[in-house]
């Protein structure tokens, strides 16, 4: 086992410590966050920051990096009230992955890097068409993080589409089936595959896989 202290992980050059805890959490969802200004300009991003925060109120949080670092997604979030979530599969990763370039805000990603912007009535942010799994979510709450001037920002799901049959019959959604992949880091992609289901657990009781 090798150990690493505060003081040997401060010591690294600052892209070697970078790639090393961005790591460290584990495999991560990763998404395309759709959103508009107030002129209708589109912006689409890659966030890998995405997390569950509870079910009712279904509400989805992601953490958004300091405002110099990462304007145009937060600003248009907070001026518009809605986003969408898309899901990435493997057929338009590198499309995805480009969306993380500095682009001016008044370029599309949209546009820039080929995807296709999809608008549904009553949501004034663009889903992405190509995308099998996607929500989109009206802002509830933005809370800065003082300590690294980053933001979690949390949204109520109003709509979800799926581009096919993945949902089981208990409600799960098989995202292995949708082909939705995951990430680590923020260079490094993954497909998935299952290795087990199982049943909720109880106190002394073997878990029992769901088949
Ligand atoms: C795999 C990956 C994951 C990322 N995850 C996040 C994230 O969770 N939060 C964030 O603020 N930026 C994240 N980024 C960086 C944004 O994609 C990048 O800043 C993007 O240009 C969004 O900026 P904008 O909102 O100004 O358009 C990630 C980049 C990559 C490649």
């Known amino acids: 086992m090798e150990f690493y202290n505060t003081s040997v992980i401060q010591s690294w050059e600052r892209f070697y410590r970078a790639n090393f805890i961005n790591s460290l959490t584990g495999f991560k969802s990763v998404s395309l966050v759709g959103t508009a200004d107030e002129s209708g300009n589109e912006n689409l991003g890659i966030f890998s920051s995405i997390v569950h925060i509870g079910s009712d109120p279904a509400l989805v949080g992601y953490i958004n990096r300091p405002r110099m670092a990462a304007p145009h997604t937060l600003a248009n979030i907070e001026s518009n009230g809605i986003y969408t979530i898309n899901h990435i599969q493997p057929s338009f990763l590198e499309q995805a992955h480009q969306t993380s370039a500095k682009y001016p805000p008044e370029i599309s990603e949209f546009e820039s890097v080929g995807l296709t912007p999809e608008y549904h009535e009553n949501i004034k942010a663009p889903f992405v068409k190509e995308s099998n799994v996607k ?11 003082s300590h ?14 799926l581009g096919g049959n993945f949902v089981s019959p208990d409600g799960f959604i098989d995202l292995n089936k949708a082909g939705s992949i995951c990430s680590n880091g923020i260079d490094s992609y993954y497909a998935t595959s299952s290795i087990g289901r199982y049943e909720y657990a109880k106190p002394g009781k073997k878990p029992q896989k769901i088949n």
Do not use: H, M, R
């Open 148 to 161: 690294n001037d980053t933001f979690l920002v949390i949204g109520k799901i109003e709509v979800v589409q």
């Open 135 to 145: 929500y989109a979510l009206s802002l509830k709450e933005i809370i800065p993080i």
